[in-house]
């Protein structure tokens, strides 16, 4: 785990300052602070103080917000796709690996507002947090000012995601796969040939792609490393899927 983010302190003036160098990053700036405040609540926090409110209901709402933005931006940016293929792509722009590392790019770790047990557990680096954090801001922004203002702050997000995406597509999947795998503390992924078939000149491989014994993706290939390199690509696009997806 990396070190603890610098943590923002509770005086006033540090705290105004933590929440103008937030705005900045997301590029929004706040007419109503409370609501940026409350974005940045967690239920630990208010839980322990006995304050009403935290930032689940905005995070509700930019929930919805993030599914529309992210639903007309695919729509338009791809004319010819199908659904199928829109909502595998929207599932990667908005999925929560995607929105967490926005979160800590921009450090909304260091100014979430937690109770004392969510931060000795590592609140702050916490997938989960993280991203339900950045739906809770694209809530606050659309209650602030509207729809256009928190498609402003949602647009930039989704194209990094893509061009991720991209890169990935175009790049090593097997050795993506296996540091993403490593990362979260898995084993390595097994690739295992299951079909062979077409004459010696023209050669059909089909491979499966097993995380922890699961087959995760399959894929076929004019060569065994194509196949594989294949697979792993749809492993990770598997991966990508929002929880509970196929």
């Not at 409110?53 to 199908?82: I, M």
């Not at 921009?106 to 950045?134: C, H, N, Q, T």
């Amino acid at each position: 785990m990396s070190s603890e983010p610098e943590v923002v302190e509770t005086e006033p003036e540090v705290i105004e300052s933590a929440y103008a160098e937030l705005e900045a990053a997301i590029g929004h700036t706040f007419r109503d602070r409370e609501l940026l405040r409350m974005a940045l609540t967690h239920r630990s926090y208010s839980n322990e103080r006995g304050e009403d409110g935290n930032y689940e209901r905005l995070e509700f709402l930019g929930d919805a917000v993030l599914g529309l933005v992210s639903s007309h931006w695919l729509y338009e940016r791809f004319p010819d796709q199908p659904e199928g293929e829109l909502a595998k792509l929207k599932g990667f722009v908005v999925s929560a690996r995607v929105l967490s590392r926005h979160a800590r790019a921009i450090g909304v770790g260091a100014r979430l507002r937690l109770g004392v047990g969510e931060k000795r557990s590592g609140g702050r680096f916490k997938a989960s947090i993280l991203a339900d954090a950045m739906e809770s801001i694209f809530g606050a922004v659309y209650l602030d000012a509207g729809l256009e203002a928190a498609r402003k702050v949602i647009l930039p997000i989704l194209d990094l995601a893509l061009a991720a995406r991209s890169r990935i597509s175009h790049a090593d999947a097997k050795t993506a796969l296996q540091e993403r795998i490593q990362g979260q503390g898995g084993g390595l992924p097994i690739y295992r040939m299951v079909k062979e078939s077409g004459p010696d000149h023209r050669k059909l491989f089909t491979v499966e792609c097993l995380l922890e014994g699961e087959v995760a993706g399959v894929a076929e290939g004019a060569s065994k490393k194509q196949a594989e390199q294949r697979a792993a690509a749809a492993a990770l696009e598997k991966l990508d899927l929002p929880e509970g997806e196929p």
